[in-house]
């Protein structure tokens, strides 16, 4: 059997080479926490440009933590390109008249939608997706092999 073959049993459903698997719903909101802690940490102390494309990554990666706490069966790539699409989607509605009418009424939301689009930013959320979901990737091997010793 290759992988594009359906498993015995289940018609129609091709194996995946990243099977969905649960995160640990607790392990998720740690780093989460320690995330959206080091993002405040570097946006706020940090000096730019480097406190800003820092902050930028990290506010990709928690979104992805996010997502994935939410969505805890969410395929690492399916979950990538849902955060990347969040992103890229705040970052282009910094560009119009809709983020400054929110931002006047509840101030305290620039820190989820931001103030001024940048086309770096773009990039910048690209990047902290890959490297969510290279981490994530990277965890459930390790994971796996750990398991698979046992």
Avoid: H, K
């Amino acid at each position: 059997m290759t992988s594009g073959d359906a498993p015995a049993g289940r018609p129609g459903r091709a194996l995946s080479p990243w099977p969905a698997r649960r995160r640990s719903r607790p392990r998720v909101l740690a780093v989460l926490a320690a995330v959206v802690a080091l993002g405040l940490v570097v946006t706020t102390q940090v000096p730019d440009p480097v406190g800003d494309v820092v902050g930028d990554l990290l506010y990709a990666v928690a979104v992805y933590a996010a997502l994935v706490l939410v969505a805890p069966r969410l395929r690492p790539w399916v979950a990538g390109a849902v955060v990347l699409a969040w992103c890229w989607l705040v970052e282009i509605l910094q560009a119009t008249p809709v983020v400054a009418a929110v931002l006047d009424v509840v101030p305290a939301a620039a820190w989820v939608l931001g103030s001024t689009f940048n086309a770096r930013d773009l990039v910048l959320y690209l990047l902290g997706a890959l490297l969510a979901v290279g981490l994530d990737v990277l965890v459930a091997v390790r994971t796996s092999r750990v398991s698979e010793r046992a």
